[in-house]
């Protein structure tokens, strides 16, 4: 059973949305320390990908019982929650990897399928207490980030990769943003407008910084190169 990730550790969370895998830094394989969760018909995307599953979360309304039994059969802990909830899988899951140490977090899965589950995915991390940026969703050559202010970040990657910043749920001010074709200093930027989309890198990292409120970062990789 694994029990506390170190700094390096991450804890990857496949859920049952679409998947895609990611085309930059993506491992073979999770590290030793690394802990993985699938939330419910997130199993089935490890099983495509040969990976084990650690911990198995959810109603498991979506995960074929054949597929459940496998999985628990190879030493995956199980934890079963009723149909009638109030959280999600997702939220079940983070709570765990929480719960076990880990504060990186990779998470799968997430986007597609219903856009209702999109939508509650992607506010999950601001409302939970994780707007670090300790939570990064991943699909196909997308990166997503939910940030809160204050924070100052990088992120690397080439000229010409898309890099779009959206302010969730409330105005985003004291935006400084270097690297970028279209950079930023101090400024604001209105929830409900859409001035900090469409970017592009025009360095291999952008600097990012702002003030006070809450950002989506979202990074596309030019090409895939795994």
Same mark, same amino acid.
């Given at each position: ?16 949305? @679409? /998947? *895609? ?7 073979? !394989? ?5 802990? $993985?969760?699938? +939330?419910? &018909? ?46 999600? @899988? /997702? *939220? ?7 719960? !076990? ?5 990779? $998470?799968?899965? +997430?986007? &597609? ?114």
């Amino acid at each position: 059973m694994k029990t506390r990730g170190t700094q390096g550790d991450l804890a990857y969370i496949f859920l049952n949305g @679409d /998947f *895609e895998r990611p085309t930059r830094d993506w491992p073979a !394989r999770p590290r030793p320390g690394d802990l $993985v969760i699938a +939330a419910d &018909g997130g199993g089935r995307h490890l099983a495509a990908l040969g990976w084990p599953v650690h911990c198995l979360v959810g109603d498991f309304d979506s995960l074929e019982p054949a597929l459940l039994t496998e999985i628990q059969a190879r030493g995956a802990e199980i934890f079963r929650y009723p149909a009638a909830k109030d959280e999600i @899988d /997702f *939220e079940l899951a983070l709570q765990l990897a929480r719960k !076990r140490g880990y504060s990186r977090i990779e $998470v799968l899965g +997430a986007l &597609g399928g219903r856009w209702d589950m999109t939508f509650g995915n992607l506010f999950l991390p601001r409302a939970t207490g994780w707007g670090s940026g300790g939570i990064r969703f991943r699909h196909g050559r997308w990166n997503f980030l939910v940030i809160s202010g204050p924070a100052e970040l990088s992120v690397s990657g080439q000229t010409g990769d898309l890099f779009s910043l959206l302010p969730m749920g409330e105005d985003v001010r004291g935006v400084s943003l270097k690297g970028c074709r279209y950079p930023l200093g101090g400024e604001t930027l209105r929830a409900g407008l859409s001035r900090g989309l469409s970017n592009e890198l025009s360095a291999p990292e952008v600097d990012l910084s702002f003030d006070s409120g809450v950002l989506i970062v979202m990074h596309r990789h030019s090409e895939e190169t795994c």
